[in-house]
């Protein structure tokens, strides 16, 4: 089973960027597909996750300028990302799993990662 990250790159703050994580070795349909971030010298944080109904939870620090959405026919999730900031410089990494609704915002709550792409926000 792998994931696959792609889409990251410079970007002036301001801009936009999408990132999406193909998945391969299984079908995650019926999982969680998320993505968390790490900025350098900072702890992992969540972004944003989706529930196979595509109910979505965001972070409250990219609410209102990130979207999430996922194909199950492409296997395959994304993260639409405007209005960014320097603070959102990090390398983004896509999970998928099957965690419990309160702990959907944890890292090791999930099965699968992928490797991570980087972001990087000039200002």
């Known amino acids: 089973v792998q994931l696959q990250a792609s889409g990251g790159g410079l970007v002036q703050a301001g801009g936009s960027l999408r990132l999406s994580c193909a998945g391969s070795?299984?079908?995650?349909?019926?999982?969680?597909m998320g993505w968390f971030r790490q900025a350098p010298e900072k702890e992992r944080e969540f972004v944003a996750t989706i529930n196979p109904g595509r109910a979505t939870i965001y972070a409250d620090s990219v609410k209102g300028r990130f979207t999430i959405s996922r194909d199950n026919a492409k296997n395959t999730w994304y993260l639409q990302m405007h209005s960014l900031k320097p603070e959102d410089t990090a390398v983004y990494c896509c999970?998928?799993?099957?965690?419990?609704?309160?702990?959907?915002?944890?890292?090791?709550?999930?099965?699968?990662w992928g490797q991570g792409t980087l972001v990087t926000v000039s200002s």
């Open positions: 070795g299984r079908t995650f349909s019926r999982h969680y």
């Open positions: 999970v998928a799993g099957q965690p419990i609704l309160s702990q959907s915002r944890q890292y090791p709550a999930y099965s699968y």
